[in-house]
């Protein structure tokens, strides 16, 4: 083990820190991987990420649930949704390179945090506006679009969650998380399957970082759970405007 996997297992701890809040936690773990392993092969690194990502996500879902009350159904039927479509959505990038997507997400990140921004009070409580069978099939409707576009691209993929279940559903932002980690589970495993079934991971690797994404998400759901909605949703709008930032980069002067 030398300096590389400590820096790649800092990085992971503090991607699981914040992904566990609100999503974003590529945003510090991809860059990472590809900067600290130039010469690996981009699918190894993406699914050596997944592998990490995958642990951290499951731990904060986990904590989240001890808490936070969710409907069984609803979780099953989005979790399913988004295993199969972002397994479509990853095989799909194989023909088709999102090119046009990459230009397309800082504007629809930034209509994101514009709209938070300005609806303060968007999130603060949990009023639901559906229930029954109708909530169950919208939710799996999210899960489906959202699941596909992790796969086939992915950067702000919980975050797009979290604000779809925020916006659309009446779910405070401490809710809205908790569905997101769970859904971000399946994506992740959907993902996963595809790359570890190739030979896509460096699994010493993967497990290390794995380790330090738990205790990063252990840490971040519990000072969410503890502060409330009001401070995800700070959290929430601190990470869009860095997704924003870092996509805008990627897209327009790499």
Known sequence: ????????????????????????????QVPALFSVMPGSVPATLLGTNKLASIWGTMVAAQNYLRTVRIRPALLLSGALAAFVCSFFGAWLVTIVPPTYLRKALPFILGAVALYTFVKKDLGVNDKPRFAGRQEILLAAAVAAVIGFYDGFFGPGTGSFFVFCFVRF??????????VSKVLNVATNASALLL??????????????????QVGGSLLGSRLAIRHGSGFVRKIFLLVVVCLIIKNSYDAFFR
């Open 169 to 178: 559903f009446g779910y405070d932002f401490l809710r809205a998380s908790a």
């Open 195 to 212: 790359f570890g079934v190739s030979g896509h991971v460096i699994w010493a690797l993967g497990a290390l970082m794995a380790a330090c």
């Open 1 to 28: 083990m030398g300096i590389e996997w400590l820096v790649l297992g800092g990085a992971a701890f503090f991607a699981g820190f914040v992904d566990a809040m609100v999503g974003g936690g590529g945003l510090i």
